[in-house]
T-cell receptor, first 115, second 113 residues
């Protein structure tokens, strides 16, 4: 499956570290999303980029900083995280529904552990 | 904002039985309702979706129904098979160039042979 890729797949970091998660989509979509998936909680939308502009920020702490340099790439920069930030971080992309489907295609996720 | 409730949280059925998962939403402006399946250790994948201008949609063994008045929608799986075992998520959104999905908490479906 190569539609939406994420790196790294696993990441362990200390609370003082700085790291970045990368997402790349090869589907020609123009909207990209970051989700957090924790155990026993719903998928939580963190950020939405449409046409490379951030359009949604669901009250996410500033220790998470997204970046969308172009329509194919999305980053999530992490710094001074807390243990409760440990989760699976999923990236997704979709096409503008006016020209296609609402379907969001997910990447495989990055399993993040904060120690 | 939108709130999506999903029930049950776990569902065990015998192979060949039917399974029904129900969701309610709060925002009457929501007009797009997808269902995603997530197998263990894998990414969520869309299995079926419905828009607010239809009441039912079917795709082989899977069907979704929508009641806009009551603000609830359901997933029906008939003739379940062990490979249907997974976590199923419902979601709701207002479709407008991009879709900000609000997900339910998920239902773990276990189909026993």
């Amino acid at each position: 499956e190569t539609g939406v890729t994420q790196t790294p797949r696993h990441l362990v970091m200390g609370m003082t570290n700085k790291k970045s998660l990368k997402c790349e989509q090869h589907l020609g979509h123009n909207a990209m999303y970051w989700y957090k998936q924790s155990a026993k909680k719903p998928l939580e939308l963190m950020f939405v980029y449409s046409l490379e502009e951030r359009v949604e920020n669901n009250s996410v702490p500033s220790r998470f900083s997204p970046e969308c340099p172009n329509s194919s790439h999305l980053f999530l920069h992490l710094h001074t995280l807390q243990p409760e930030d440990s989760a699976l971080y999923l990236c997704a992309s979709s096409q503008d529904p006016t020209g296609g489907s609402d379907e969001q295609y997910f990447g495989p996720g990055t399993r993040l552990t904060v120690t | 904002g939108e709130n999506v409730e999903q029930h049950p949280s776990t569902l065990s059925v015998q192979e060949g039985d039917s399974a029904v998962i129900k969701c309610t939403y709060s925002d009457s402006a929501s007009n797009y309702f997808p269902w995603y399946k997530q197998e263990l250790g894998k990414r969520p994948q869309l299995i079926i979706d419905i828009r607010s201008n239809v009441g039912e949609k079917k795709d082989q063994r899977i069907a979704v129904t929508l009641n806009k008045t009551a603000k609830h929608f359901s997933l029906h799986i008939t003739e379940t098979q062990p490979e249907d075992s997974a976590v199923y998520f419902c979601a709701a959104s207002i479709s407008s160039g991009y879709s900000t999905l609000t997900f339910g908490k998920g239902t773990m479906l276990l189909v026993s042979p």
